[in-house]
């Protein structure tokens, strides 16, 4: 990450999120080729990538602070976000520790660990947070370790118990969500949450994915790429929350289209956590509005072909239906259906 956080984004009216020229070309952007159709699309999750937003373990941008600050605020509206079941303890503590391990190695600029056996003081430079605890004592720590550190971190979390040969959502946090309830998938098995998806079951992907999953070693995370639209940069649209976003999907006009709408895409990376056997699911969310999209040639070709051409099955189940058609037409005169590299990469 380089440049300063952007301390004043505003992810509730009035919106205000502005991106860098550095932050649109780092977007992970989600078509690799012209055309989508849900997939496992899993790859190592290694340093390095098409582009910058996979260099890191966890990706840290100039919008740190402003997420930051939206999720205290909407886990001080809805405490029930974090949820953590007793038995996911040492799930917690790995947790921290892959964070923090995480952060300060790619980022020691603005984090810093010391560590004295079991004596640890961490220091968070930009939220100035300077906490000295004990590794494995909770007592010692302003808030169990799991919603510790998982708010000082952009994106989504859930820990998943490994058992009965399925994996189990038994933790998390989730304030940025694209339509889910952490509330409601608590508990639930691995084909249970995934259960709303069209075609993705008939097509044994999930079956598919959960052998691979179970099998995850410690050490070599796997990530992948998800994608959905939402109107205005809103990071919660949340169930719980409907009734106060759901009613942008009907806002969208020809003139707005380039302001409103933003393509919001999960960059997806799990880890199997090494004393709990747990794995740790995270779900960093990145929202682009068309406006910006328009400034890289390929990626506005290319959303053009993946939204004219999507399944209207998967259309309707990523809530696109309201606009699409308005978003392709905007698009379409800025596509000259020249060949495109294939890869997510820029150019």
Known sequence: ????????????????VENSAETILRFPFPFPEDSYMYSMNVEPHVRGGPVDAMSHTFDVDEHYVGECAEKARILAEDPKRCMVLPHMRDAEWDFLELGMD?????YPEHFTLKKEGNDWLWENHLLNISQSFVFGDEATLPQAPFEYMARQMQGDFTLHDQRENDLWMDGGMVTSQADWSLK????????????????????????????????????????????????????????????????????????????????????????????????????????????????????????????RDL?????????????RSTVVEFLRPYDDGASLSTGIQPV
């Open 1 to 16: 990450m380089s440049g300063q956080t952007h301390v004043r984004d505003s992810y509730r009216p009035p919106f205000h």
């Open 184 to 307: 409601f998938d608590m508990g639930m098995s691995f084909r249970q949450w995934h259960a709303p998806v069209p075609k993705a079951s008939e097509m044994g992907i999930f079956d598919r994915g959960l052998r691979f999953l179970l099998m995850l070693q410690y050490g070599r995370p796997v990530r992948r790429l998800n994608w959905t639209m939402t109107i205005n940069p809103r990071l919660d649209t949340s169930p719980e929350n409907y009734m106060i976003w759901g009613e942008d999907r009907a806002s969208v006009t020809p003139e707005n289209v380039a302001e409103k709408v933003h393509l919001r895409v999960e960059l997806q990376t799990l880890y199997r956590l090494p004393r709990s056997n747990a794995i740790l699911f995270a779900i960093r969310c990145y929202l682009l509005p068309i406006k910006d999209i328009m400034t890289v040639p390929k990626w506005r070709k290319r959303l053009h072909r993946v939204l």
């Open 102 to 106: 995480s952060l300060s190695t790619d």
């Open 311 to 323: 399944d209207p099955a998967l259309a309707s189940y990523k809530g696109l239906d309201l606009y």
